[in-house]
């Protein structure tokens, strides 16, 4: 299993955020501030800490390292093709490579270069994949899609596509080519100046035990800032529920015990008060005595305004109603049967009415003493009228009908509703709505609740006028302006007068020594409240507070690097080794620093599991004051190349750019050294120096590597369009030949055309290739390429070279017609 393989397996057992970190450190070589703010947000999170961005933790997964492929296993790359939405790339380009030996990739910058190094990386699990892979912006949003390619692959001899697309995972089986480039580079160097060499895998200890670090001290901050100010509650420390509760605030206490103490009900706050007067009072007793007094005769004015506001109140309102309407009812059905006793009769006006029904009941009551051996009405006719007393003749029949009128049910209904009505109107309108509300006893109230003693004050007039109100609706049968009852004040006068009572009550037993102190510990209790419910926000502030450091405790203890060294030890264990250093050692005398040696020395340091680089020099200045950039470059290189070749397998290796700082010299010891590489694997390089392309052809030739080029070049469809020929200077002179004549066509065609000023810069730039040729020239066939151009020394002369061969081709070449007559340039140019 690789060092990745066992990374994911150990992040499995981690913390959701401490897995997010790992992930991380494997995608780039330095953690950002934002990284940072983002990891100390989500191990906060982890111990009940909420983040305000609610961030996520993004565990490390199976699809951001490179798949396990097994070392028996051969994987070749043959082409890349049908890239798409890359950059400003052309679509449905094929780019091939040779399935063994070298194959250099050259293009100059802003050819496209970078966009198949970006897939490459991402397709491959690359652990460098930071540089962003965009669609292309020159076409509308709608029609940039996500970035994709196809791979042409062998897997054992075996042909077949992998599809790659972005933001899905890479195809397995390409995670067996490794990749380096400039942005790797120092990915295989330690970030503190002590050159200390650490594996590629294991540097992710060390990075996580960094952040582990930067992450303790920003919790400790966090924990004293934190702090909770316990000294402001000293007031309230003491020998009561209060004191005991403000001693023992802890992350543990609960906004519910400070309510149950800080929240007092209005008969409490009353009750704090009365305490605190009583006492206070010199004289309680006496002043008990007084509180009675006053206590009952409001208590009198509260029985008053509670008695007469019951003659007025709603139910009473309600009942006269009832009557008043009831009799309105039957009073109505009764004039309609006088109406209808008065058809047919000449009677007088008024018949059947309420002063004609009073006048009949005076004729009965007299009958009793006129006629007292006779039953009113039946007088008979001879007997006389009990009030015109002249004989009833004719009229003792109509007596009769008067009496039958009588005695019919609605007039019966009608008088019988008018008595009740008139049974409740008659004491309600003699009632005496007073409350007797002297001005010693408003006093009182007005110096205990003045606006209690204003709503007293008002109540009386308001009784009597809701008096004249009902008595009116009676008559008139409008009741609307009664629908609203009067707010009495006889239960807030009770109120007042039970409080004075209790304030009584409390100053009799202040007078008595033991119940006074009773009084004064409950006055201590409740004082206590009082004055926490006063700082209760700061008390619950403080209880957050300490919750908070709660949490942030835990948070130290996750963040601890013991099990992060460990692990990196283990893993030390399987990998550092001697086999290792001395692949190191190779590979840095064949880079050009063979100064540098590496002495195996395991430690562990707060999860860094170390091999250390000894600069053999008497200096004692840091390496990284003394090392240029191009030896650190060398050393990344030798490192990479090391790791690659210990890892068992045979995959491919791709460079892009590798010689990037570095001098002529070491340019050609990294040539020959890929040259030896690629007889052992395939080798695939991106570069844009023509010089280490033609150092590479130049060592793949004397290696016996195979070794393919072709170029990247940007052309009208779009960047990155794969040509098979190089550059003009990277050509043989034959070939370099072959574009003369071409351009020579071309610049003949624009001759005719009339397109002199395009003639004259192509015929320009045709002189120079023109010199480039010649010269190129003279190496191939006069030199027989024992000097080159990019060529360091002089080489050995090729084996079929003799001297009459050698003078011939001197003849050949002895003027620039030769080469002039074959591309078709005029001669003057050639000898020019």
Known sequence: MSILQEILDWTKGLPAWQSDAVARLLAKQALTIEDQDDLFALLKAAHGIPDPKDRKPQPLTAEQIPAPVKVTTHVELHAMKNMRHVNAIAENQHLPFGASGMTVIYGDNGSGKSGYSRVLKRACRARDRTEPIHPNANLPAGKAGNPEAIFQIAIDGVAQDAHWVHGKPAPAALSSFAIFDSRCARAYLDSEDDFSYVPYGLDVFEGLAKICKQLKAAVETEYAHSAADLTAFAPLQGDTLVGKLIASLSAKTTQAQIDALATLTPEELAQHVSLDKSLKENNPKEKATQLRLRARRVAAIATNASNKGALVDQAVVAKLKGLADSYRTAQAAAALAAKQFKEGENLLP?????????????ARKFAVESHPDKAFPELGAEAPCPLCQQPLAEGADRLLRFEAFIQQEAEKTSQARRVALYAEYKPFIAQILTLNLDDVTHGEIE??????????????PLLTAR???????VLSHQWDSLDQALVNPAERLQALANKLNAEAETLEKASDEKARAALQKQFVELDARVRLSQVKDAVVTAVARLAHQAKLTKCLSAVKTNAISLKASELAEKVVSKELAEALNREFKALGVGTLRVTLQSRSDRGKALHKLKLELPQSRSPGDILSEGEQRAIAIGSFLAEVGLSGGKGGIVFDDPVSSLDHRRRERVARRLAVEAAQ?????????????????????????SIATQSLIRRAEGFGIADPDLPFEGKTASKRIGALKAQHQTVAKLHKDGEEQECRRLTVEAYFRLRMAWERAVEEVLLREVILRFRKGVGKRPANTGPQRLMIRRRRVSSGAAIAGQCGWPCAWAVA
């Open 467 to 473: 008096q004249e109100a009902i008595k009116a609706a």
């Open 681 to 705: 694997r395939q080798v695939i390089v991106f570069t844009h120096d023509i010089y280490f392309l033609c150092l590479l052809a130049e060592e793949a030739k004397l290696a016996g590597v």
């Open 350 to 362: 008024g018949t059947g009415g309420e002063a004609w029904r009073e006048l009949f009941d005076a």
């Open 447 to 460: 110096a205990l609740d003045a606006q209690l003693a204003t709503d007293a004050k008002a109540f009386e």
